[in-house]
């Protein structure tokens, strides 16, 4: 592999390995969604293995992850409003929305 794929790998891999622990989801999780060996899934965190368009697919649909981050490293803002979120949706996804936030929070303290 040339010096600039792995780098790039890496990077990405890197920001693949941050997200996936951000959403406090384990490396084992991914790999079955990705139908593959955690070992193998490994590879993908260290750089030694580059991200299709179909993995990218399958991290943006099921784990809402930003391909655009997760390749570039920049982070399209999105301004997020809670009381309008909150405002508009059903009983089931706000329960949802404060059990992730309530994770989260918990993942936050615990550092």
Do not use: W
């Not at 580059?50 to 920049?74: F, I, R, W």
């Amino acid at each position: 592999m040339d010096q600039e794929k792995k780098r790039v790998n890496t990077q990405i891999g890197k920001r693949l390995r941050q997200t996936r622990k951000n959403l406090g989801r384990t490396q084992s999780e991914i790999a079955a969604s990705f139908g593959v060996s955690e070992e193998h899934y490994r590879k993908y965190e260290s750089g030694c293995t580059g991200l299709s368009a179909q993995k990218l697919l399958v991290l943006y649909h099921e784990y809402g992850m930003d391909p655009t981050y997760l390749l570039t490293g920049l982070c399209l803002e999105k301004e997020f409003d809670v009381d309008y979120y909150v405002a508009n949706c059903n009983q089931k996804q706000k329960e949802a929305f404060v059990d992730k936030m309530m994770n989260y929070m918990s993942r936050v303290l615990k550092r």
